[in-house]
């Protein structure tokens, strides 16, 4: 059964860069689509962005001039980074696997991230 | 403001069906299959429906869901105590090319 599991600083000072790191335990890397997602306080889910094993990315037009993301595929690993962040960056910060152009169907656990 | 529209909230007693909906566009649902998670505060969301109708393996059948035109529903059958969570929709947008969420809807069992 896979696995993701997230780490990661989750107590950020305005300006700071958020970094998170998704491990993959319990099945293939390659062939799906490595994703960030983001939880606001009041529930809504923002997609932030997807890289594949290559390191080939796609991000949210919204956050792209912040985010990069980043993948080891020997490690089975893949992170994000959002520099500059603000209030409004507060949130529970996802990773998740996705099968192609679909929502996605293996989430982490979440890190809770304060801008403060 | 999530892309997709679901009630807040939902409920009913044990035993009871309880259905839950989801509106979009023709560039998310009407264009694309939608998921449906199920979410406890604190822990991973849990995949129930995928392609508007497909449960994975361990989801039982007292789930389902469908989709019609730029909406779609699940429909929780035989409702249960520990059904009480929070559940999203969710679709790919082909204007975002991303997936979109709904705002989630929070079901309570009376």
């Known amino acids: 059964q896979m696995q993701l599991h997230q780490r990661g600083a989750g107590l950020l000072q305005p300006s700071e860069t958020l970094s998170l790191t998704c491990s993959v335990s319990g099945g293939a890397f390659t062939g799906y689509y490595w994703t960030w997602i983001r939880q606001s306080p009041g529930k809504t889910l923002e997609w932030i962005g997807e890289i594949t094993y290559t390191g080939s990315t796609n991000y949210n037009p919204s956050l792209s001039s912040r985010v990069t993301m980043s993948v080891d595929a020997a490690k089975k690993e893949f992170s994000l980074n959002v520099t500059s962040v603000t209030a409004a960056d507060a949130a529970v910060y996802y990773c998740?696997?996705?099968?192609?152009?679909?929502?996605?169907?293996?989430w982490g656990q979440g890190t809770l991230v304060i801008v403060s | 403001q999530s892309v997709l529209t679901q009630p807040p909230s939902a409920s009913g007693a044990p035993g009871q069906r309880v259905s839950i909906s989801c509106s979009g566009r023709r560039n998310n649902i009407g264009a694309n299959t939608v998921t449906w998670f199920q979410h406890l505060p604190g822990t991973a969301p849990r995949l129930l429906i995928h392609?508007?109708?497909e449960r994975p393996s361990g989801v039982p059948d007292r789930f389902s869901g469908s989709k019609s035109g730029t909406s779609a529903s699940l429909v929780m059958s035989g409702l249960q105590s520990d059904d009480e969570a929070d559940y999203y929709c969710?679709?790919?947008?082909?204007?975002?090319?991303?997936?979109?969420f709904g705002g989630g809807t929070t079901v309570t069992v009376l």
């Open positions: 998740a696997r996705c099968r192609g152009a679909a929502p996605p169907d293996i």
């Open positions: 969710a679709a790919w947008d082909d204007d975002l090319n991303g997936p979109v």
């Open positions: 392609n508007n109708n």
